[in-house]
């Protein structure tokens, strides 16, 4: 019996980010990444800003470097890593994320994983949809809910 080919997913950078908030649905898009519950779908180009943005970002508390260094040490080793040959040009207000679509072109990906709103105003883009956290969560079967505390 042939195993159903994994749903693949390319995770906008800010989810790492926001993955540190205990509880939150970006929490647990992270830990589904570990568990191998899919397959995410990286470049070069994004690892680079995934490294620059962790290692540069300011927020209320300093990023651990181990997270920083397991996330990345995942990417590397885990994540699908493609090469885009077509550049497109999609995202007119700020074409840097045009990276996060030519990924999940190159890879087939399903989804696109971001909370970022001039990629969610696209919705989908050649047969990849443009989702939350939250919408992901409930595709792959691991609908979010709020931690009792939260």
Same mark, same amino acid.
């Given at each position: 019996? #042939? +195993?159903? =080919? @994994? /749903? ?6 800010? &989810?790492? *980010?926001?993955?540190?908030? @205990?509880?939150?649905?970006? =929490? ?7 568990? %191998?519950?899919?397959?995410?779908? $990286? $470049?070069?180009?994004?690892?680079? =800003?995934? &490294? ?7 927020? !209320?508390?300093? /990023?651990?470097?181990?997270? *920083? =260094? ?10 699908? +890593?493609?090469? @885009? /040959? #077509? ?7 700020? @074409?840097?994320?045009? !990276?996060?679509? #030519?990924?999940?072109?190159?890879? &087939?990906?399903?989804?696109?994983? $971001? ?10 883009? +050649?047969?990849?949809? /443009?989702? $939350? ?11 979010? %809910? +709020?931690? #009792?505390?939260?």
């Amino acid at each position: 019996m #042939e +195993r159903p =080919e @994994p /749903i693949r997913a390319v995770i906008d950078t800010q &989810q790492y *980010i926001y993955a540190l908030s @205990p509880g939150s649905p970006s =929490e647990q898009v992270v830990l589904a990444m570990a568990g %191998r519950t899919f397959d995410v779908v $990286t $470049t070069d180009a994004i690892l680079r =800003e995934a &490294q620059d943005t962790l290692h540069y970002v300011r927020t !209320k508390q300093p /990023i651990p470097a181990s997270y *920083i =260094e397991n996330l990345l040490g995942y990417l590397q080793k885990f994540g699908h +890593r493609v090469s @885009p /040959i #077509e550049r497109l040009r999609v995202v007119k207000e700020d @074409p840097d994320d045009d !990276k996060f679509i #030519e990924a999940a072109v190159a890879g &087939q990906a399903r989804f696109l994983v $971001t909370d970022d709103r001039h990629l969610r105003r696209l919705k989908s883009y +050649r047969g990849t949809e /443009i989702v $939350t956290a939250k919408q992901f969560l409930s595709a792959i079967g691991q609908p979010w %809910r +709020r931690r #009792e505390g939260m």
